[in-house]
């Protein structure tokens, strides 16, 4: 059974691995409908520490390190925009895109957060081989 399902899993991995290697140079910046396109019901993660999921109504339920907290988000002037109220972390992010991997970088700090993507309904198998392509590792079934 697990050589099937490496056999099966292993051109698509070897795909993925690929296309991202392809795209790693190709991040293109979003306008204001391109982000709120591509992150509304999507989940964003670093595939070990955090995962955000933007919510189409404007939350952002955010797990760092397993812990959750609820935020807000929208787009203004092309940039994602999160108010986390008293808590630190309020500002205003460009956001850049290759295939699922998104960059958003603080144009105060010029410091960026990178993760992958996946539809926040079923992200697990998409989120699964992109963080096992990034590390580089098979998957067990």
């Not at 059974?1 to 690929?18: N, Q, Y």
């Not at 999921?53 to 935020?71: D, S």
């Not at 956001?95 to 105060?108: F, I, K, T």
């Amino acid at each position: 059974m697990k050589v099937c399902f490496v056999m099966i899993l292993a051109p698509i991995v070897l795909a993925l691995a690929s296309s991202s290697i392809e795209a790693a140079e190709k991040f293109q910046n979003l306008n204001c409908g391109q982000v709120r396109g591509k992150l509304a019901g999507m989940e964003f993660t670093d595939c070990v520490h955090w995962r955000d999921i933007f919510a189409r109504n404007g939350t952002l339920a955010g797990y760092p390190m397993g812990r959750r907290t609820v935020v807000k988000w929208s787009v203004q002037k092309d940039q994602l925009c999160l108010d986390c109220g008293k808590d630190p972390g309020s500002g205003c992010y460009s956001v850049r895109m290759s295939g699922n991997n998104v960059e958003l970088r603080s144009e105060g700090t010029g410091l960026s957060n990178r993760g992958a993507t996946a539809e926040a309904d079923r992200p697990t198998m998409t989120l699964r081989l992109i963080c096992a392509v990034r590390a580089g590792k098979e998957l067990a079934p």
